[in-house]
């Protein structure tokens, strides 16, 4: 029975080209425009690392004096001081973490024929890679002795690996960071990130970095962040020494804490270690004041999805929804003229339902062939956000999760449409068609 | 005249089309005054001036890794070479470099800190007496700084340079029309006596109130990294661009030279976020009209082929093809009336909802009357086709088939 209505849309649709092309039209223009907004929007808020989102954490601390303000929700700074990330890395616990910060070096091998180029690098502690599962080609992280001791060790990134050593096993020898030679100990695969959701200050769009050296290079050699730094009260700095020493913020933190007992005792650690530095001076408060959002959360709270797309978003379902009226008139119009012929149909015994089931079919064939047209519409709407904007590179695609939205929610569409014009048909009387045959 | 009354009652009689219209109409309205407004928003940014000759700037990172010179005396020598290079008009090295989202910003105050006192936030380009040139900002009172004023150092509350110019809108807003030239601010515990004050000069973050509140600071602290801004003549920027890389390094090789570029180019991947929105936004309002536009011809022609025997009885019984025409016309206006009465109040709706959850202003009025009067007119011509079509029906229809 099914494939008959099939068989008698597909009459139909022939015998009504233009009003049927019409519609199909409308249900494509609506689903192209709503997907391509949908579609960025659902990459900016997809989870970046979903079976750990919840267990990977960012720790946030109020530093400041009673009576500070920042421009957070919570009026807590986003990110710490040098010495408190030193401080909860070397204190007393299990829990994987890494203070972090991007920077960047010239790279080169110190020879002639090799061009000195600028590439961003990150600075963080060997637990870094565990914590965002980095999947290594050759070699692994450095040790924790080498960290302490022997820091001048770098992880670089295949692209580098490709460029500087054609793709070979390159651990063990040596390049050039600005004038310092460092040993390779691992080649970790390109960052593929959508978000750069473990470090959100230029932007949750940035590219990632290509180097990774030891957290314990910074003061050596006075890296200063590429990110933001702040202060909450006036400091004068002399040298690099005095603002590992200040209360400026710079550095980001991430700890795994697998379960809520984990994250109840890291709590109860930052505590502990505000009240132990409040003793010392610091922390002039009434109320200690922590955070520890997981991944999810701090997506969140840094507003990552951006204004402009949820009004995007808004604005195209509104749109999608004109589409639907128009299509129910459409249907309306095309639907009433066929009812001499339906009143014939009702006359030899179909039912009601069958009348109905019928041109449901009808309308969801329809709305199937607008969702795979929207389709290509949206492609060549996300090509256009491509285009326009660079940033959007990784963002402006759809997925197949997209793919699938795509037709669900044309046919949707098109059976909200078509709801009241089947219902109407279905309800004709054989009796008044029959006479005027 | 109008038949109003006969019209209502028809449309009584088959409410479905007339409320898919009302709901079309309405909607519409509601969407593209609010769409319009928002790309004039964005429209108005983009057109700004931001007081830089962009076509004539382009910059470039420098990034020094050797340790084996002093960086003051290498700058000094790079300017030197730059300005000499053909064509270039100016050269400075720059902390930050307009337009392109990354700057510095400090509070300024009127008197020193510790004291309570009127403050602004206040973006200022650290660089030397060259800046004003290769700008190409207009100078509109007092004069730019003499040689000797600019400090060459690390120790800005110590040994900081006396002297600031800051732009109009900043000195407008913090001394509130009176003169600012001679007046002194305090950034944060030097005292700077402003001795120029130049016209529109936007931060490195062009998007935003803020963005014309902004200083240039004698000051210059050269670091590994740092920025050139180069201005050229507007033929002679592109084969500049092309030699600057290799003329630096010929100069000295332990260093790295990144993103050269033009300033309009860096304006326009600041901007590319607002680009998007606005083109995304046009689009939506372009396709929108035209399938109402479209809607309100298909639902016409509908109401025209369930009525052909009425029409064609009314042809009979006397009535002229311009009143079959100007029935579908009052018919329509009565509808869209409605639906853009009802849409105007949407689109406020609208406009509140978003202005409660995002950074954006009140809708205008204008914008929804300019809108309305669009949709009007895209109405009555969307039906006056099939109206002519209708008053063409033969009178012979209406007796043919009773």
């Known amino acids: 029975m099914f494939l008959h209505y099939i068989d008698l849309s597909i009459r139909s649709i022939k015998s009504t080209p233009v009003i049927s092309v019409l519609m199909v039209f409308a249900i494509a223009i609506g689903i192209g425009l709503t997907m391509t907004s949908l579609s960025v929007f659902h990459m900016m808020s997809m989870d970046p690392i979903p079976h750990k989102s919840q267990a990977i954490h960012f720790p946030q601390l109020n530093i400041m004096d009673e009576g500070g303000e920042w421009h957070t929700d919570d009026n807590i700074p986003y990110q710490l001081t040098y010495q408190d990330a030193i401080n909860l890395y070397n204190a007393d616990a299990d829990f994987p973490r890494s203070p972090s910060f991007r920077s960047g070096f010239s790279v080169h091998l110190n020879t002639p024929d090799v061009k000195p180029t600028m590439e961003p690098a990150r600075l963080v502690y060997q637990e870094f890679f565990s914590i965002f599962e980095r999947p290594f080609i050759f070699g692994a992280p450095w040790s924790k002795e080498e960290q302490q001791s022997k820091p001048y060790v770098v992880v670089i990134s295949e692209s580098i690996n490709n460029r500087l050593f054609n793709g070979q096993n390159s651990v063990g020898k040596s390049i050039y960071l600005d004038n310092k030679s460092y040993r390779i100990v691992g080649v970790v695969e390109d960052w593929d990130h959508h978000i750069k959701y473990y470090d959100l200050n230029n932007g949750a769009f940035n590219s990632p970095e290509k180097l990774y050296v030891p957290f314990s290079i910074a003061p050596l050699e006075e890296i200063g962040t590429w990110g933001n730094t702040n202060g909450w009260k006036h400091e004068t700095l002399n040298g690099y020494q005095s603002l590992l020493q200040s209360e400026l913020v710079w550095v980001q933190f991430w700890v795994q804490l697998n379960t809520a007992a984990e994250k109840e005792a890291f709590s109860a650690l930052i505590m502990a270690y505000m009240e132990d530095q409040q003793s010392k001076g610091r922390f002039n408060r009434d109320n200690l004041q922590y955070a520890l959002r997981n991944v999810t959360q701090w997506l969140k709270y840094n507003q990552v999805v951006s204004e402009d797309n949820r009004i995007l978003v808004g604005l195209s379902f509104m749109f999608l929804l004109v589409c639907v009226a128009n299509i129910l008139g459409l249907l309306l119009a095309k639907f009433l003229k066929r009812a001499p012929e339906v009143g014939v149909r009702r006359a030899l015994g179909a039912s009601k339902k069958h009348i109905f089931a019928q041109h449901i079919v009808e309308v969801s064939v329809i709305g199937l062939a607008g969702g795979i047209l929207g389709i290509v519409i949206a492609q060549l709407g996300l090509w256009g956000v491509r285009t326009t904007n660079r940033y959007y590179e990784a963002l402006a695609t759809m997925d197949v999760s997209m793919l699938l939205a795509a037709p669900t929610i044309a046919l949707m569409a098109s059976f909200i449409a078509g709801l009241y014009p089947a219902w109407l048909v279905c309800r004709t009387q054989p009796a008044i068609y029959l006479k005027s045959q | ?402």
């Open chain 2, 1 to 402: 005249m109008l038949e109003i009354k006969p019209i209502f009652n028809a449309l009584r009689r088959s409410k479905v089309g007339a409320i898919l219209l009302f709901l079309q109409i309405a909607l519409t309205t509601a969407v593209v005054s609010n769409a319009a407004f928002m790309i004039n928003d964005h429209l108005s940014y983009l057109k700004e001036d931001t007081g830089f000759v962009q076509q004539e700037i382009f910059s470039f990172g420098l990034m020094t890794f050797g340790k084996d010179i002093d960086l003051h005396q290498q700058a000094e020598r790079d300017e030197d070479m730059i300005r000499r290079i053909p064509g270039v008009i100016d050269a400075v090295f720059i902390q930050a470099v307009p337009l392109t989202g990354g700057g510095s910003s400090t509070s300024s105050h009127l008197r020193p800190p510790p004291e309570e006192s009127k403050s602004l936030s206040l973006a200022y380009y650290n660089a030397d007496e060259h800046t004003l040139d290769t700008f190409g900002v207009t100078l509109l009172e007092g004069r730019n700084f003499r040689p000797e004023e600019v400090v060459i150092g690390s120790d800005f509350d110590g040994h900081g340079p006396n002297t600031v110019i800051v732009s109009q809108a900043y000195a407008q807003e913090m001394f509130e029309g009176e003169s600012a030239l001679g007046k002194t601010i305090y950034v944060s515990s030097r005292p700077l006596e402003i001795i120029g004050v130049v016209e529109t000069m936007k931060s490195p973050w062009p998007r935003g109130d803020r963005s014309s509140r902004t200083s240039i600071i004698p000051f210059i602290n050269v670091q590994n990294f740092h920025r050139v801004m180069v201005r050229t003549e507007a033929s002679e920027r592109d084969s500049v661009m092309k030699v600057i890389e290799d003329k630096m390094l010929s100069q000295y090789d332990q260093r790295v030279i990144i993103n050269i570029r033009g300033l309009e180019e860096s304006k326009n991947s600041y901007d590319a976020t607002d680009v998007l929105m606005m083109r995304m936004l046009m689009v939506l309002v372009v396709i929108l009209v035209l399938v109402t536009a479209l809607g309100i011809l298909g639902l016409t022609q509908f109401n025209i082929s369930k009525r052909t025997k009425q029409i064609g009885t009314r042809r009979a019984l006397g009535a002229r093809k311009s009143d079959i025409i100007r029935y579908f016309l009052v018919e329509n206006a009565m509808i869209c009336t409605v639906g853009l009465v009802i849409g105007s109040f949407a689109a406020f709706f609208l406009g509140r909802v978003l202005m409660n959850a995002y950074s954006i202003n009140a809708l205008e009025m204008q914008f929804v009357i300019g809108t309305a009067v669009g949709i009007c007119v895209m109405s009555l011509l969307a039906v006056i086709v099939p109206a002519m079509r209708a008053a063409n029906i033969s009178p012979s229809i209406a007796t043919r088939s009773i």
